[in-house]
């Protein structure tokens, strides 16, 4: 076996999260499989990159060789495709060309069909970054034009000099229950009173893992896990009465399962829209940032749960 930049990218991965387990989660890809991936790397090289434990992964000596040309490859072929894609845009004139970049957000689509009523005169293209910071470096590339992006707690996408953000709305998120289950009912539940539930979180970007276990403590009790799932996968699950998910509101409940608020909204999660500086030279910026507003507020419209508790509680802060 030849070593490729996907191989490159699993070891930076098992590297920054010194573990197996929470690497495969950010590839998006099975823990068993990246196991045999990296055993083929190791037989590849001759020697094992990393020493695998209880305790994690720890590169080895020609770990930390393979690590320090991964870090200059890697960034290396991402530039190499970002220049690569920005030559060929201005070579075929595609002035009239909108790319959107969309992740870690329920108002993806929303908001993509709010630029295609708004700026009526532009193709749009749409891409899903792998990352919040990927986002933010090719909109500062130019790879992209406009992002929007969410993020959990009170984080903020990266900042840079060819970069605006604006925060769209701060979102509660809610429970999503079996339409079965004992609290699918009710108008709001207390995060404790689902100590004992198997978790799932939609969508699977950001510090998540981290906030959830957070607010559990604060609420007095230690989770039994939480797991990543899309959205479909997590609906079948949940209805299935197998767990209860971590989503956000706006969406239209799917039969057999239920969307509950968390009473004080302990977990929260911030919408950002972002665009290059120089856009506004190709595009009605106000107008992207309006979408970008009434994405939210036709998210809120479509979710009975959701519009129920804006009239009680208002818009969070």
Known sequence: ??????????????????????AAATLGIAQPALTAQLNRIDRALGGCVFVRDRSGARPTELGELVLRHARVLLPAM??????????????TGRAGALRVGTLGTGLGGLFVNELHGALGGLTITTATPGSVDDAGS???SGVLDVALVGLCSDFTPPQSAEVTWTRVCVDPMFVLLDEGHRHADRLEVELAELAE?????????????HCFVTACVRAGFTPH??????????????RAGRAVALVEPG??????VRTVPLAGAPLRRTHYVGWRQ????????????????????????????????????GELV
Do not use: I
């Open 78 to 91: 991402s530039a190499l495709a970002d220049d690569a894609r920005r030559m060929v845009n201005q070579a």
């Open 278 to 313: 120089d856009a506004t030279v190709r595009m009605d910026l106000e107008a992207v940032e309006s979408a970008a507003f009434r994405a939210h507020r036709d998210a809120v419209r479509r979710s009975p749960n959701y519009e129920r508790w804006m009239a009680a509680y």
């Open 197 to 209: 539930e198997r978790w799932l979180y939609v969508p699977a970007h950001g510090c998540t893992e």
């Open 138 to 140: 090719r909109l500062a």
């Open 1 to 22: 076996m030849e070593l490729d930049l996907r191989h490159l990218k699993m070891v930076v991965a098992v590297a920054e999260s010194g573990s197996v387990t929470k």
């Open 251 to 256: 969406q239209l409940d799917p039969a057999g």
């Open 225 to 238: 896990g939480l797991g990543e799932a899309e959205w479909t996968a997590a609906v079948d699950q949940v």
